[in-house]
């Protein structure tokens, strides 16, 4: 009797706090949700997802932390937090390859989720952290593209009062086949290789970008000839802006709209805020965009490497 109460109690606690959140980002947030038309392939709405339970051949995945998860989740989804690839073997192969986990850990990772090729995959998370992006790239990275967002997060299915639960559901293994693609990745030596012809678009917060806030890194600053785009310009509260506006805050921080060029997004860890870039610029159809997985962690910690703090120059 005890713990049911205290499971009750923990569920209105948790839903009190969504729709709190969510009511203030409503009210916040002017940018409507984008059209799933305008981005095809890319949004689901929770009506859409809510309509597939059941439908075989599909994965939810729930990309937010393990304690959110396991608190309350969308029922049937299964939880691939961004810690996943945050394991020293993880730094160490991004460092050197550039993609954020190996070939042989994301054919686990994902195999182990149930998900083959023939998998249709849909990721959400929450609206205050860009993580359901992780998934969505690294899907992307190692050749499975039939990978979705849920527009409005965990918030707006928690809105809508939809289903909830903390069970976790039993999953039947799969053979996850990776194809990777190197043209969506950037290391070090790559970008240096690569400075004058590319955009590099530095996605964490103005303090970041500037060193105010050296984000525990040994140099803080930017990469020198990145320009500053936070996330939540892309973003806002609703998953993904229109194209319109998204075009319209690239712009505005001066950073040239022209899919001939080829792009790099990065943060500070690679995961999270830097997948992010990748996945808005490929709603906007930007096809030549690479994600720097080792990120400024990796940067700052060798002198030899250029870091800025104020000024926007040129990458020499």
Known sequence: MKTACRNKAITALFLLLVAVGGCKAQKEEKTPPVPAEKTPGFLVSTEELAALSGVENLVIIDARDAEEYNILHIPGSINIPKETFREPEDLAYKSEHGFLTSPEKAAEVFGNAGIDENTRIIVYGTNTFPNASIPFVILKQYGHDNVQ????????????????????????????????????????????????????????????????????????????????????????????????DMIEALKKNGVPVDKNKEYVTYCNWGVGRGTSGFMYLTMLGFENVRVYGGAMEEWSDDPDFPVSTYEVGILE
């Open 149 to 244: 967002v849920m527009q409005g997060e965990i918030e707006k299915w928690v809105r809508e009062r939809r289903p909830l639960t903390d069970a976790v559901p039993a999953v039947k293994p799969k053979k996850f086949t990776v194809k990777p693609r190197p043209e969506r990745v950037a290391t070090m030596d790559w970008i240096m290789d690569n400075a004058e012809e590319i955009v590099v678009m530095d996605m964490r917060s103005f303090g970041e970008y500037t060193g105010f806030n050296t984000a525990g890194n040994p140099r803080g600053g930017h990469i020198s000839g990145a320009l500053p785009v936070e996330w939540k310009e892309l973003a806002g509260k609703i998953t993904v802006k229109s194209p319109e």
